[in-house]
Structure formats: C-alpha cells, structure tokens
C-alpha cells in the first residue's frame, strides 16, 4: 500500500496551485483545532499567508508580453492562461498586404505593395508586469 506522503504527493501535482493552496489552507485548519494555542496561533499566521496568497492568484493581474515580430503589451488577466487566450484574440493577425501609391523618379504614379508580417503574442514572454519591466518597456519608446 502507498503510504500517505506518495498519495498526497501525486493528488496535489495534479492540482492547480488555486487548489493546492485551498486544500492547505483547510489542513492548516484543520491542524490549527488539533494542537495548543501557540502551535495553533504559527498555524493561524501560515493560513493568514496561503490566503494572501490565494486572493493574489485569483485578482486580476497585468501581464506584459512580446509579440514574435517584435514590439510588446500588457493585457490584464487572472492567470497566464486567460492573459494568453485574451492577449491572443486581441493582438494576434495573419501576415497581410496592402497597395499604396507614390511617384517614381520619372514622375509617374506607380503602385507599390507593401508587406506587413503577422503578429503573433509569444505565449512564453508573458509575465505578471513589474514597475521595473514596465519601465524597462516604457524605455523603448524614448
């Protein structure tokens, strides 16, 4: 028979951190009503931290990314998944092409076509956007 630590370790990397955090939070409390009161107080203080932690991965974020062509964006999202998928329908093209015209060197109007390369979010350069990347970004545009 497996013993408890391999079956809780095999649950729990199947879980979403969300839902890790939600079933250490309800063992803490769970420990907290089982030890003296100084133990359950440390206890209290660690549910007090997973909880922070909790509300921070359910909040709304800003997530900075990079498009594959260059250049970059921020979109806000609860998690990396969400800031993917909206970032993507957002901000993702096909490469497409357009005519415009301009006067040659003999001076006549001639039609040229111009080719714009598709813009694609690199789903691997989102990351939750700190003041110092912000800024780092920001810096790109002086």
């Not at 649950?11 to 133990?39: C, G, H, P, Q, Y």
């Not at 909790?54 to 806000?76: C, D, E, M, Q, Y």
């Not at 060197?105 to 001639?110: A, F, P, T, Y």
């Amino acid at each position: 028979m497996k013993n408890l630590d391999t079956v809780l370790s095999s649950t729990l990397s199947r879980m979403t951190e969300e839902n890790r955090l939600e079933a250490v939070i309800a063992s803490l409390n769970v420990a907290a009503n089982s030890v003296s009161k100084e133990d359950a107080k440390n206890i209290i203080d660690v549910m007090d931290e997973k909880l922070k932690d909790l509300i921070f991965l359910k909040s709304n974020k800003t997530w900075n990314f990079n498009f594959a062509s260059g250049g970059w964006n921020s979109i806000t999202a609860a998690d990396r998944e969400e800031a993917f998928s909206l970032a993507s329908k957002e901000y993702n093209e096909p490469s497409r092409e357009f005519d415009y015209e301009v006067i040659n060197d003999l001076g006549e109007l001639e039609t040229k076509v111009q080719k714009v390369a598709p813009t694609v979010v690199l789903e691997t350069s989102l990351r939750i956007a700190t003041t110092k990347d912000t800024a780092n970004l920001m810096s790109l545009f002086h």
